[in-house]
């Protein structure tokens, strides 16, 4: 088993590409890769941070995080940023959304298990 320091900095290494990813799909991608695409790496990379942060189990940090992602998914269902009084934030729309999607809550929990199994597989290697 590696020291949990250099554990911790492979995943600040592996959500610092992911991050880069995510900057490019938001800045150049179109169609299915920038509205699922996109929710299914994000989740990813809030994994890999979650790992990076704190000293929970895989399955812990993954459940964690799809919850998080569908909290925020279902906030939008029910037009959490005007109730909050940021309709006109961008931040806030960036954040958290403006339009409920129903395949987000897929495309969460596909993120989730594959940054959980993809996690899973590295570390029964090492």
Not at 87 to 113: I, M, V
Request: proline share 2%.
């Amino acid at each position: 088993m590696r020291p949990l320091g250099r554990q911790r900095a492979a995943y600040l290494m592996v959500a610092s590409a992911l991050f880069l990813v995510l900057t490019a799909i938001a800045l150049w991608a179109t169609g299915i890769v920038r509205t699922h695409g996109g929710d299914l790496l994000v989740v990813a990379w809030l994994y890999a941070l979650g790992r990076a942060a704190f000293l929970m189990s895989p399955l812990v940090t993954a459940i964690g995080v799809v919850g998080v992602a569908f909290a925020i998914e279902l906030g939008q269902a029910f037009s959490l940023i005007e109730r909050l009084g940021l309709g006109g934030s961008e931040t806030a729309a960036l954040a958290l959304g403006r339009q409920f999607d129903p395949f987000d809550l897929l495309a969460y929990a596909l993120g989730g298990a594959g940054a959980f199994a993809a996690d899973r597989l590295a570390l029964g290697r090492l």
